[in-house]
DNA sequence: AAACAACCCAACCGCCAAGGG
DNA sequence: CCCCTTGGCGGTTGGGTTGTT
């Protein structure tokens, strides 16, 4: 126990690299280049197994690495090569010249915690009785109480399991009322085919590029400021109209190259947590089971109002 | 200022597939 | 066919750093 598999050797210097050993790979690698990692270490007089040298050439010393922080472009390519492909970081590096698959996971998990960390909701009443017009700013959901919202929130991000966590959702906040939910299913997304995953017990879907909701949804000064790089025409689009864009517009809006920006999927889309087994007779999803399928103590805004 | 918590990220671990003997 | 080595990959860790009380 505790020793480095492929490092069977007596002394095997382990741990951070210090600038003489990178010193001694680089230059034996630059004179000699790298065929077998495993001779490396005796050729270049280190105490290190030929493992250790060949991720420390390939993630930092090689000459072709591009470090420092990501640019907007390379955040947004990441963010869409992960909702594609997953955690296949190796696979996303390929896209992004001098980038590491260590480097872009590492940017990914800790950009995730950040995400998913729990804001700070509003506070209750001063009698600590609910506040029955609170609206959850990104879920658009009226419910007296805004910590069972982000808790089941949060449960949900807790089961998605590590392999699966690569839902992506290009949908801007939302919220949802019957008539978004039917403007949902026109477009085609709900019964897509290959979109639906297992999270824990529910069954969740990820939608599609462009999912656009765009019907009932209620922007305010708030949540446009956190839509990040969203184009004022998009804007205009979204907020604009008070119907869901057509299947037609949808894929102009598309091609000329006006992408809404990719969100994470379970920031917006609790909505979308369905029961697997609520099916119409054709095996589609029932738009309602959705509403049914929340929490109870979340209410739609519409039945709020009344 | 010090103690503690949270975060970051380079490096490690285990697993797997490929290839050679 | 098995066995072993090797390189590649994704998940995870732990120590250093930064932030907070």
């Keep these: 126990m505790g020793h480095h598999s492929c490092c069977n050797q007596q002394k095997v210097k382990r741990g951070l690299w ?24 005796d050729k270049a007089g280190l105490q290190r197994c030929g493992k250790s040298c060949r991720l420390r050439w390939i993630n930092y010393l090689r000459p072709d690495i591009r470090r420092g922080r ?21 696979h996303i590096a390929s896209h992004l010249p001098g980038r590491t698959d260590n480097e872009i996971k590492n940017y990914w998990n800790s950009w995730i915690k950040k995400k998913i960390r ?3 909701p509003s506070p209750p009443t001063a009698t600590g009785k609910p506040n029955p017009h609170y609206r ?3 879920f658009g959901y009226t419910t007296a109480n805004p910590d069972n919202l982000l808790n089941h929130h949060q449960d ?22 019957a008539s978004s939910l039917e403007a949902i299913g026109e477009l085609g997304g709900v019964n897509s085919e290959n ?16 999912a656009s909701f765009t019907t009932n949804m209620e922007y305010s000064n708030n949540n446009l400021a956190s839509i990040d790089d969203i184009g004022s025409m998009e804007l205009q689009a979204c907020s604009g109209s008070n119907e869901c864009l057509q299947r037609q517009e949808l894929d102009e809006w598309v091609e000329a190259g006006q992408h809404c920006p990719s969100f994470l999927f379970w920031e917006h889309s609790e909505g979308l947590v369905m029961d697997g087994d609520q099916e119409d007779a054709a095996g589609s ?8 399928s929340f929490p109870s103590s979340f209410r739609d805004v519409n039945d709020a109002e009344h």
């Design 18 to 41: 210090s600038p003489e050993e990178d010193e001694k790979l680089i230059r034996y690698i630059t004179t000699h280049g790298y065929g077998c990692w495993s001779e490396v270490p």
């Design 70 to 90: 990501f640019s907007p472009e390379e955040e947004k390519l990441i963010i869409s090569l992960h909702g594609a492909v997953g955690n296949r970081w190796a």
């Design 118 to 120: 729990k804001p700070a």
């Design 136 to 138: 959850h700013p990104q």
């Design 156 to 177: 949900l991000v807790a089961n998605i399991p590590a392999q699966d966590a690569v839902f992506t959702s290009p949908g801007p906040f939302f919220t949802f009322d």
């Design 195 to 210: 979109n639906w995953h297992m999270i824990g017990q529910e069954q969740v879907q990820v939608l599609p590029p462009l």
């Design 285 to 292: 999803p029932k738009l309602g089971a959705m509403l049914s």
